[in-house]
């Protein structure tokens, strides 16, 4: 049997030139490489099963049909073991000449190779190792491989590879699919319980006029018929808030949002999130609901994470790891005196915001392992959060944190129109300040001379929600295609 075995002793582009003869070869002896359909009514978990009360050396009294991509192959002289992997299982295939038949038998090792995915029709039986096998009666050629699997294809672990070439990262490794497929069953959970809930999907733009909805650094891009600049969303918040206003009381989204900004284990400039806006409500119903989503899709999943969720207001946090209290300095001009002994690496010239981000990060985030909502944010920095009617400058908001990661934002919404515009010209008068500033939206503020609702907004993300209740420690690991620098 002419299978490389992954060695690759030979130059890849000789082995490509190889397994491009032999598709031809198919071709001219009547067979095609490619067929457009292969019908199977179960895949290899499914008969795996069907078949478990096979014993020792028993076989079936039933034809089956298997599929599935050609992982390993053990020579035998006669005959054939292989093992075929589809998108749920691998199953082992036996193939023998007086099976199969000796031509067929000489055109499978001469025209099969590694990473081939084939179709077999056999009979299941259980081998003397006990494995359910299929012992072959007609092999297919479903799709030829030009390239063969890598070396060491077993187990990749080059995580340069594994992202640049996902494909590869699928095959090699089993489990990267059961995260793509938890992923898959966490964002279902999430959509059926707002449904149950009588929240109702909807779609607003990715491309819009001006960025808004959260401080963040946006990507612009060019509209050649309208000649415009655009930005990609960095957030859906202002049209989903226009819906409310229209009277859609219930509404989620979920849906990409994009940040020009850093990358790293926590961060991807293409994200996913799921936000929602429920009229007649308010943060601490916000709570009631975010933990009730994180709980039913880590019921989903079988999360083995704690979820014994807590309360506590950011400023308490803040005395509590750093014995300071820094509530009555926010804004006053004082506030790098004020912290400069902790050592945080602060230029003098950095805003309040960013000593209160890099204090939180550095000395309280690590601490919040179990789901922690922290709540009531500075009213400054949450331009588009209502503050407390008896405590103006608190801004009813909070911020779900699991394992030292924030998953979450939520606030009861701002729906004071001329509130909402002396907020808007705060933050244009910060752009000298910060490039990461909230745009004015002159048409949310004509919307919202219309009327919205008391609202409670909440927004998760479902990248950072994957990565916690499944356990894994990079944000690249549970998005199928991440951003990367090109080659």
Known sequence: MQLEQNKQTTPIEQIIQQRKKKAKDFVSAGVNPYPAKCFLDKNNVDIQKEFEYLKKEQIANIKVKVAGRVMTCRNMGRAVFLDIRDGYSKIQIYIRADKVGAEQYKLFKN????????????????????????????????????????????????????YRQRYLDLISNSEVRDVFVKRSMIVSAIRHKLEELKFVEVETPVLQSLAGGAVARPFMTHHNALN????????????????????????????KNFRNEGIDKNHNPEFTMMELYQAYADYNDMMILA??????????????????????????????????????????????????????????????????????????????????????????????????????????????????????NAYSELNDPELQRIRFAQ??????????????????????????????????GIDRLVMVLIGVKSIREVITFPVMRPE
Not at 112 to 125: E, W
Not at 132 to 147: G, P, Q, V, Y
Not at 240 to 254: A, Y
Not at 342 to 363: A, M, S
């Open 111 to 162: 025209m099969v190779d590694l990473s081939d995915i084939i179709a077999v029709v056999g009979i299941p039986f259980r081998t003397k190792t006990s494995e359910i096998s299929i012992m072959a009666e007609k092999w297919i050629m479903l799709a030829k491989a030009f390239r063969p699997l890598p070396e060491k294809w077993h187990g990749l672990k080059d995580t340069e590879t594994r």
């Open 291 to 408: 933990e009730m989503l994180v709980k039913t899709a880590a019921e989903k999943v079988n999360s083995p994470l704690s979820l014994k969720f807590r309360k506590a207001r950011m400023f308490d946090l803040i005395k509590e790891y750093t014995n300071l209290d820094l509530l009555p300095y926010v804004e006053s001009g004082e506030m790098y005196d004020k912290v400069k002994h902790l050592n945080l690496n602060l230029n003098e010239n950095v805003t309040d915001k960013k000593i209160l981000e890099q204090l939180f990060n550095e000395r309280i985030l690590p601490n919040l392992k179990e789901p922690t909502f922290v709540i009531d944010y500075p009213a400054v920095y949450s331009p588009l959060a209502k503050g407390k009617f008896d405590q103006p400058e608190i801004a009813e908001r909070f911020e779900l944190y699991i394992n030292g990661m924030e998953i979450g």
């Open 228 to 255: 415009i600049d655009l930005f990609l969303r960095i957030a859906p918040e202002l049209f989903l808030k226009r819906l409310v206003i229209g009277g859609m009381d219930k509404i989620f989204e979920i849906g």
């Open 427 to 460: 933050q244009v008068g910060l752009k000298k300040k910060n490039d990461e500033i909230m745009l004015y939206d002159e048409d949310f503020i004509i919307a919202l001379e219309q009327g919205l609702p008391p609202t409670g907004g909440l927004g998760i």
